[in-house]
């Protein structure tokens, strides 16, 4: 049986643009999410001069299928993190600058996302959470590598640690994005961006990328694959079973001891 269809992949004057499609479940994450993701970047994208991400719906990326983990308990959340981090790999390994148009919510895996685009576009309404210890898990995605890298350490631990949400204009200021447009005019402002970037010297933007990545340094393939390990062995313990149960019967969680 096919997967239901969870990303849109338009081509046109050098853009490959990633269209999230599942607005009624706010573009959760799951399974076949990562199948599809994975399949964009490692085909279409990899001729493309820029890749473009943008959602359909009122947010961008609420984060992983929750009751979707609760569903399978038999596939681990480090299965699906690591279906995640190869298409992250993949969308790292890119030469094309990667633009991307967030709106209404990004939390969770939807932040991971969005923070590994070059260049971040903000609608006015846009909202940020890192939201995984909410549940009692730890981030993946390359989060906490790349979260810290935006904002800085201080303000990425208050985050991490209380899952207060950043509104665009924080966000901005926080230099987590490079502009910050009206929700009417964002896919707009993201189309602009990206066809302006396709239109560019594909080589010397390539390499200007590539300058940029190496001298940050923050997101390695180990880092990557010490999330997933980390996620998956969280979501198993006593916190992260009653977090997501919790979660999916709207009740506040009743921690257990540490573990």
């Known amino acids: ?9 338009e081509q046109e004057a050098g853009v490959c643009r990633l269209v999230f499609t599942s ?3 706010h573009n959760a994450v799951d399974h076949a999410f990562g199948r599809q993701f994975l399949a964009a970047l490692t085909g279409p994208a990899t001729e493309a001069r820029c890749v473009e991400i943008v959602a359909e719906g009122a947010n961008f990326c609420v984060g992983g299928d929750i009751s979707g983990f609760a569903a399978e308990p038999d596939r681990s959340l480090t299965e699906l993190a690591d ?41 006015e309404g846009a909202r940020i959470r890192p939201a995984y210890t909410a549940i009692g898990l730890t981030p993946d995605g390359g989060m906490t590598a790349t979260l810290p890298a935006a904002v800085g350490r201080a ?24 502009r910050v447009v009206d929700d009417d005019a964002l896919r707009l402002a993201t189309d602009a961006v990206a066809e302006q970037i396709a239109a560019g010297p594909p080589a010397a933007l390539a390499a200007t990328k590539r300058l ?48």
């Open 23 to 25: 607005p009624e479940r």
């Open 83 to 123: 279906a995640i981090h190869a298409g992250e790999r993949a969308l790292l390994d890119l030469a094309a600058p990667v633009v991307v148009g967030v709106n209404g919510w990004a939390a969770g895996i939807g932040l991971s996302l969005a923070l590994c685009g070059d260049v971040i576009v903000l609608g």
């Open 1 to 9: 049986m096919s997967d239901p269809e969870r990303i849109r992949v």
């Open 212 to 259: 940029v990545r190496q001298a940050n340094g923050v997101l390695t393939d180990a880092h990557l694959d010490a999330e997933a390990a980390s996620i998956g062995e969280r979501g198993l313990s006593p916190e992260g079973r009653e977090g997501i149960a919790a979660f999916l019967g709207k009740r506040a969680p009743s921690w257990p001891s540490a573990s």
């Open 155 to 178: 303000r990425a631990m208050e985050l991490f640690l209380t899952n207060r949400p950043m509104g665009a204009a924080e966000a901005l200021g926080a230099g987590l994005a490079s």
